[in-house]
C-alpha cells in the first residue's frame, strides 16, 4: 500500500522531472550521473531520479526523503550564502513553528552537549562541515548541499545548563519552504543524536 510520504515524493519528482531545468544538477549542487543526480543529504550519499530518493542505497519513503524531494522541487541557480546567519524565529511567518522547532532541533541535543565536542570532528566529516567560531565550541554543518547551519554550544558548568543555538544560512528560504527548514534542523539534529550514540 502507498504511504503519503510515498504519494508525495513521487508526486515532487513528478512536477520536477516533468521539465526539469536544464541546469538542475547546479541548482542541486549535484552531480549527474546518468538519469540520476548524486549528492550528499543529512550526511548519506543521496540519488534522486524521476521515480524515487536514495539514501545510503536504499530507496527511501520516509521523511528525510520527503525533506530532499522538497529541496530538489525548491532547485533554484542561486549560490548558497552563509552569512549572515539566521535563528529561525527571524524567518516571517516562524511563529507557529518555533516551539517545535526549539525543541526538536535545539534542546534534543542539550542532553549530548558533552557527547558532541568530544566527537565534532567525526560529525563535521559526516557533514563536510567546518569549525564556528562562538559559544564553547560550534560548527557549520550541511545537511543539504545548498543549506547550511550553524550550531553553537555551551557546555554545562556550575551557574549554568548546557544550551544549543541553531541558525540558517543567510539565503535558506531560498532554496526550501519554512516548514521544510524546521524538518532539516530537526533531521540534522537526529543524525548529530545517531552518530553520538554510536
Known amino acids: 500500500m502507498t504511504t503519503n510520504y510515498e504519494k508525495i515524493i513521487k508526486g515532487n519528482l513528478s512536477k520536477l522531472f516533468s521539465q526539469p531545468p536544464s541546469r538542475l544538477h547546479r541548482s542541486l549542487g549535484a552531480e549527474r550521473r546518468g538519469e540520476s543526480l548524486i549528492f550528499r543529504a543529512f550526511g548519506q550519499d543521496c540519488s534522486i531520479d524521476h521515480k524515487k530518493v536514495t539514501l545510503s542505497h536504499s530507496a527511501g519513503i520516509d521523511p528525510k526523503s520527503l525533506i530532499v524531494s522538497l529541496y530538489a522541487l525548491h532547485a533554484n541557480p542561486e549560490q548558497l550564502q552563509l552569512e549572515p546567519f539566521k535563528s529561525f524565529k527571524d524567518f516571517q511567518g516562524s511563529m507557529p513553528y518555533q516551539g517545535a522547532f526549539t525543541a526538536n ?3 534534543v541535543l542539550v542532553p ?3 557527547l558532541i565536542k568530544e566527537r565534532a570532528e567525526e560529525i563535521k566529516a559526516v557533514f563536510d562541515g567546518e569549525n564556528g567560531h562562538d559559544g564553547d565550541f ?4 550541511y545537511p543539504l548541499p545548498k543549506i547550511a547551519l550553524y550550531y553553537i554550544f555551551y557546555l554545562p558548568d556550575d551557574e549554568f545548563p548546557a544550551s544549543v543555538t541553531s541558525l540558517f544560512c543567510a539565503n535558506a528560504l531560498s532554496f526550501m519552504p519554512l ?3 524546521a524538518d532539516v534542523a530537526e533531521y540534522t539534529s537526529k543524525e548529530i543524536i545517531r552518530l553520538v550514540k554510536k
Open 112 to 114: 549530548y552537549v558533552p
Open 179 to 181: 516548514d521544510g527548514l
Open 138 to 141: 560550534s560548527f557549520i554543518l
Open 105 to 107: 532541533s535545539e534542546r
